[in-house]
């Protein structure tokens, strides 16, 4: 301590000056955490004060945070300036996370996200292509175009890079869609578009309409924007129409939500007649669709219907499409086709969210149009999908004939299994999960009742997609035995 920084101690209170000294010992890692410090007697001698004194000043570094009065040990260091920094300098945000708006996804999708970055376990729950099926080398040379003929770059304009949005209208007349580039957005994957909808067309109470099950109840997109679901019953056809009814309050304030190609999480395909009567009821009540069809080009035993979107003729219809399904969850492209006067709407909202997709990405995207290679890349999917269903459904028949049922996709990712004995789900959960295997359980699709499990044929190796239904099997019979 220099002589004038000894004068100015000298003028504190006693007391002040012990708060500094014990401080400046801490402060310097003379006295450590854990440290006893010296007893009261003895500082009371060293500054020529009486106890209570030394008592007053250790009282303020104890309300400080810095020692504590322990039985049998004296007083002890339990912090120093930089740990009670590290302490004192974080805001409580367990009170903002709790209070926050969107709300949180089910404890066991949480799991289940954290656990598919989890290379060691057998994924049966992840509804992505496999990286066997990633199309490396095709993609190193989309990228390597759009470098070669790369310029600077900023900013999109609201809808999304042009020649995109332009390749994405010629693409979406091959089935049956006549959209402009102009009623075309783009966003970053379907789960933006579901954002963009819930917070600028839905209002606070609006009413969700949607299969049931359906992936939309393991998300929170609608319900933290204020805004309840109402699961509607499905046959193999896909949206039973004479269900929809709307209340004399729930006019706008309702709106459809349905995924007919190859349906999340039942594999169900919708057929022609039924998105006839699905647009007919719903343009009889008004009450307006989003047709999510993220799966369609993923067919295996035929081409599916034309979409709904293709028979509005009243701009009805808000439709969803994607490339995360397809081709890669990386690139982050999707699109959104609709009237105008919406488009203009959501790209507004869209804006002010994240100021545009990746200008790269959309490059590559459009790249992939222009080509052609979209197309070819589709046909190898294809192919793909064939072989791991049929390894699937023949090891489904070989290890669950007598414990479950299940649908024959003819497209898509999944197989809806449906467990006969009536045993807890929860525990094959957790079984499967310690004998490395993922499942995802219907409970988490809205299906409260019942014992279901989606099956996704498309990511795991075909070693381990072998594997894993095996021990399903096997661990499905055990807990029914116990």
Known sequence: MSFPEEKKMKKLP???????????????????????????????????????????????????????GRIGQGTVVINNTWTLLAKNSAPNWDQYVASGIQQPSQKIVQEINRSESNTNLIQLSKGELSTEIF???????????VSLNMEAFGYEEPKGYFPLREAISNYLKTFGINASPSSILIVSGALQALQLISMGLLQRGSTVYLDQPSYLYSLHVF???????????????????????????????????????????????????????????????????????????????????????????????????????????????GWIVGPEPVIDRLSDIKMQTD?????????????????????????????????????????????????????????????????????????????????GILLNLGRIYGQEKGNEVRLSYAYASLEDLQKGICELGLMIKELASG
């Open 223 to 333: 319900q933290s924007a204020g805004m309840k679901l109402t699961g509607l019953p499905m046959d193999n056809e896909g949206l039973l129409p004479g269900t929809l009814h709307l209340t004399r309050g729930e006019r706008e304030r309702a709106i459809l939500y349905t995924n007919p190609c190859f349906h999340n999480p039942t594999g169900i395909l919708m057929s022609q007649n039924r998105r006839e009567e699905i647009l007919a009821a719903s343009e009889n009540i008004q009450l307006p669709i989003i047709e999510d069809d993220i799966y369609r080009e993923l067919w295996i035993d035929e081409i599916p219907p034309y979409p709904i979107k293709a028979i509005d003729k009243n701009g009805h219809v808000l439709y969803i499409g994607s490339l995360s399904k397809t081709l890669s969850p990386g690139l982050r492209i």
């Open 355 to 435: 100021y545009g997709s990746s200008s790269l990405s959309q490059r590559v995207a459009a790249e992939w149009f222009a080509s052609g290679q979209y197309q070819q890349h589709l046909k190898n999917v294809r192919q793909q999908l064939k072989a791991r269903r049929e390894l699937a459904l023949s090891g489904l028949a070989t290890h669950l004939k007598d414990v479950a049922t299940w649908n024959v996709p003819k497209g898509g990712f999944f197989i809806w299994i449906k467990i006969l004995p009536s045993i807890s789900m929860k525990l094959l959960y957790s079984k499967a999960l310690s004998k």
């Open 135 to 145: 199309p490396l080398r095709t993609m190193q040379e989309m990228m390597g175009k």
């Open 14 to 68: 006693k007391y002040r000056q012990i708060v500094h000294f014990i401080k400046e010992k801490i402060g310097a890692g003379e006295w450590p955490i854990g440290s006893k410090i010296p007893t009261q007697r003895t500082l009371a001698k060293d500054f020529q004060v009486n106890r209570s004194t030394v008592i007053t000043a250790l009282e303020e570094l104890m309300a400080d945070g810095l020692i504590e």
